[in-house]
């Protein structure tokens, strides 16, 4: 195992996420202020109480799956995207490392990046409104599991695009609907039978399900269905990444 | 010397279909500086791309160091540093972050002596701290040689080193491969520049149309260059050497000239001699051209014997 190697690329990723610190941390934490003050002031308000939690509060898990599934994908497919883009692709695939090592060296570096913004994102709804997490172990082990199984789809996503538009293209078309539309800001408990069927194949009801279990203790979806589907997704990726690593996909000529 | 990198019957077609190399076999000695010399699209980079791990082989097999590249490419990759043709660098990075990166992913420890002293060595120590966006071309390619050297490798390939570098740098450049060399670095470099190859080859391989045309030893190739021809052209075109000029070994040429070789290194090369006994024999001289084939020569009569 080329140890050097993973934090080699670890750090170059960490050092490029501080040189953005504005983009990579600024704006998330500006967005989601925006997030509570229309959704948790302005609408919130009209609002009683959604599960027995204040809307407010409600929330808050899915405004941290929004912004962490958002900049998971976006931070790892960005960080082997730029390589391939620049030309400087070449070194990695000169060097004595596996696929499994550049691979954990991006991940864990988009994971952590997100992970970073998740918690600062937690820390500054907590200026908004209060909150109790009942389970804070699951809740943390939610949320890493979802930073790295996303990094590992953005990073996928980032080998697969051949230019800047398809880069944007799956977190813009994709990431960011199936979060809206998998109960970020509501309960889908409140959407009509047919719709509340057709959500269930969305996988991020599971995560934002589950992560709002760890919350408040109440689920849309049980919670045993929320770790078998991210682990499932993890998995999925793992397998395409393995045969990424196999066949040389749109890396090695 | 022993052979450190060993090409066999390898061969690359892209996806595209596009065969780049046919059937190419090489053996790179320990310690030696080959330059590849060959038209553009002859197939230099996809060769030095296969050795190096970068692309995919479609037949044949390599081996460095005696470990293959394909299954033990972790032995054979940390003994090659790799300076490609064009200036692929993250343009946000600091210098010596680059070159930390680049020893970390051979999967070397850090160690700022000797990253400090290879950056010494390509005068870029003052640069260190510059982003690469804001450094001249010349300097991002002596960054790519520098993160080449980061993991001292034991084998170096520069794809064309010179290609936009200035007369000064690439002297430079000449002098680098120098010590490497004496440090007992095996270089392969590739070049258009003829002169490049003379001047700081051991071998010389010429490459045409995913083919290897020639290997040989510069010293070998410089004596068949040492040879020095002289049309003689007279008033008269003859029919037959004079017997009188026999000694000379003359040859008819074309037109009915007489032509002389001589080396151009021997201590007296014979010509004002020769002259006089043309004269002597009767025959009057209306021109005198001379001609040494070079490098140059030998490498055009290769690359467009095979276009014929
Ligand atoms: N990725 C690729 N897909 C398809 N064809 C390719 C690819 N890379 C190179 N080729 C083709 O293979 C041939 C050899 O290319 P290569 O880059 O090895 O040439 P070269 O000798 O390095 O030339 P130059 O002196 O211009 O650098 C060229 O005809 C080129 O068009
Ligand atoms: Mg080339």
Known sequence: M?????????????????????????????????????????????????????????????????????????????????????GAIYELLSAPASFIEVTAGYVLAAATRSLVIGLIILGT???FIDITILHPFWMIGFLMLTCLSFALFGFIIGIWARN?????????????????????????????????????????????????????????VSVGWSVLAIAGFTLVCLAVIAWIFRTGYRLRK | ?????????????????????????????????LALLGPNGAGKTTLISLICGIARLTGGTITVGGHDVVTDYRATRRLIGLVPQELHLDPFEKVINAMRFTRGLFGFPQDDALIEKVLRRLALWEKRDSRIIELSGGMKRRVLIAKALAHSPRILFLDEPSAGVDVELRKDMWRIVDELKKDGVTIILTTHYIEEAEAIADRIAVIDKGEIKLIQEKAELMR??????????????????????????????????????????????GI?????????AGLTLRDVQTHQSSLEDIFVDLVQGDAQ
């Open chain 1, 2 to 86: 080329n140890l050097h190697a993973i934090r080699a690329i670890y750090t170059f990723e960490m050092n490029r996420a501080l040189r953005t610190l504005l983009q990579s941390v600024v704006s998330p934490i500006l967005s989601t202020s925006l997030y509570f003050v229309v959704f948790g002031a302005a609408i919130g308000s009209r609002i009683e109480t959604v599960e027995g939690v204040s809307y407010g509060a409600f929330i808050v898990p899915g405004l941290i799956m929004l912004s962490v599934l958002v900049q998971s994908v976006s931070a790892a497919s960005f960080g082997i995207f730029a390589p391939k883009y620049s």
């Open chain 1, 125 to 127: 709804s907590f200026l």
């Open chain 1, 164 to 220: 800047f538009e398809q880069l944007q293209l799956v977190p813009m078309l994709i990431v960011t609907p199936l979060v809206f539309l998998g109960g970020s800001f509501y309960s889908i408990t409140m959407l009509p039978p047919v719709w509340q069927t057709i959500t269930l194949f969305n996988p991020v009801v599971y995560l934002v399900s589950g992560f709002r279990w760890a919350f408040f203790g109440a689920a849309d």
């Open chain 2, 1 to 33: 010397m022993a052979d450190i990198v060993s090409v066999r019957d390898v061969q690359k077609t892209y996806d595209s279909g596009f065969q780049a190399l046919k059937t190419v076999s090489l053996d790179i000695r320990e310690g030696e500086v």
């Open chain 2, 224 to 269: 068949q260059m040492g040879r020095k021809q002289m049309i003689i052209e007279l008033q008269q075109p003859v029919d037959a050497v004079p017997d009188t000029l026999a000694p000379y070994g003359l040859e008819l040429g074309e037109g009915g000239t007489l032509v002389y070789s001589y080396d151009t290194r021997g201590e007296r090369t």
């Open chain 2, 272 to 280: 004002t001699k020769l002259l006089s006994d043309i004269s002597a």
